[in-house]
């Protein structure tokens, strides 16, 4: 929980740019943040949002770790360019976006890479903001390892035949009978993508299903609430939403 801090306990982390193999067997390069001290840990996947693979993802990523989690989030986007996020995951967006098939690979190869090191639990998660939600509900449905889910405002995860493009050739929501993970997901009222009605659709369907999952929706919170540095920051929903978010990691991968 935040500020549930031991002060007679040791604390430390690390924080590096680490590569490994992704799809295809191609190098990936990654941020990887993880506690030091005592082990082993749980881990998580963080998937880059479509900002890119950018300053508030790494700190995002340590504050995770901060909180136990080792934390590993792969340069989605870098077939797009290799120096300024914003411009590649711009070159992104204007290519029809990232490859979901690319992103899966990139996201089992993640997987893959913390369940192989000797400070790791066993345990791995995945979480994604904005188009990274939508990622973190695909990799749910259809990447083998994972052991909890969290979408955080995942545009497109419900999507008709006309969001489709080759990059994104199937809508997530399509691959929802094939979720045998927890799912946790966190969503502002005010949101254009996804609207209310898209997550009433999505709840509805896991409802249906039978799926184990948790929402928690916000009042006076649109896209993007957890980004300090924006307009869309609300501090109240952002606090509230995080401890959720703690409270179910520790549940499923502690």
């Known amino acids: 929980m935040w500020n549930d801090i031991n002060t007679a306990k040791y604390e430390g982390m690390i924080a590096e740019t680490v590569t490994f193999a992704g799809r295809e067997g191609q190098p990936i390069r990654a941020y990887l943040s993880r506690p030091l001290g005592e082990g082993p840990c749980p881990a998580l996947v963080l998937i880059p949002h479509m900002p890119g693979w950018d300053e508030w993802t790494r700190e995002c990523a340590r504050r995770f770790t901060q909180h136990g989690y080792a934390v590993i989030s792969p340069n989605i986007y870098r077939d797009y360019g290799a120096t300024d996020p914003a411009a590649d995951a711009a070159a992104a967006r204007s290519a029809g976006g990232a490859k979901d098939a690319d992103v899966m690979a990139d996201c089992a190869g993640s997987v893959d890479f913390l369940k192989g090191q000797d400070w790791s639990n066993g345990k791995v998660g995945v979480i994604g903001m904005c188009s990274g939600g939508r990622h973190a509900f695909l990799a749910a449905c259809t990447v083998e390892g994972l052991d909890a889910a969290v979408d955080c405002w995942g545009g497109g995860v419900v999507a008709g035949p006309e969001d489709l493009s080759p990059a994104r050739p199937v809508a997530p929501i399509d691959y929802a009978e094939q979720l045998d993970i927890p799912l946790l997901g966190i969503f502002g009222n ?25 929402f928690h929706r916000y009042e006076g919170a649109g896209h993007g609430f957890w980004y300090y540095h924006t307009p869309m920051y609300r501090q109240e929903q952002a606090m509230d ?8 990691l520790e549940k499923h991968l502690r």
């Open 190 to 214: 005010e949101d254009f993508s996804p609207t209310p009605a898209d997550v009433d659709t999505l709840e509805g369907t896991l409802k249906k299903l039978g799926k184990d999952y948790e």
């Open 241 to 248: 939403s995080q401890e959720k978010v703690y409270a179910f």
